[in-house]
């Protein structure tokens, strides 16, 4: 059983950064792909950013230059780099593994229990 535990989120002011965390409960790095989704109050969760177990990224029309997806295979950790925040950016972000791509950006696997990203104007 996979375990994905979240940590990074906060609240910061419009044109801040932060950088979200995802931990594995187990090395899965090297045979899945990972996700980070957010859920906006009173809205559907929705795909933020995907990166593969090989190197290709997903990033939604919003993310698209400000936020950068990416892992570390030393530490085990996969990030979401989030920068130039917007208010529209607020919700719960999780993390979300899955076998390939296509599964991760479309029913994952497995899910975090999220972390709250609050971006005020």
């Known amino acids: 059983q996979v375990q994905l535990v979240e940590s990074g989120g906060g609240l910061v002011q419009t044109g801040g950064s932060l950088r979200l965390s995802c931990a594995p409960s187990?090395?899965?790095?090297?045979?899945?792909?990972m996700a980070w989704y957010r859920q906006a109050p009173g809205k559907g969760r929705e795909l933020v950013a995907a990166l593969s177990n090989g190197e290709l990224t997903v990033y939604s029309d919003s993310a698209k230059g400000r936020f950068t997806i990416s892992r570390d295979d030393v530490k085990k950790l996969m990030y979401l780099q989030m920068d130039n925040l917007k208010p529209e950016d607020t919700g719960m972000y999780y993390c979300a593994s899955g076998p390939n791509l296509s599964r991760v950006t479309s029913s994952p696997s497995y899910w975090g229990q999220g972390t709250q990203v609050t971006v005020s104007p």
């Open positions: 187990i090395d899965i790095f090297s045979i899945s792909a």
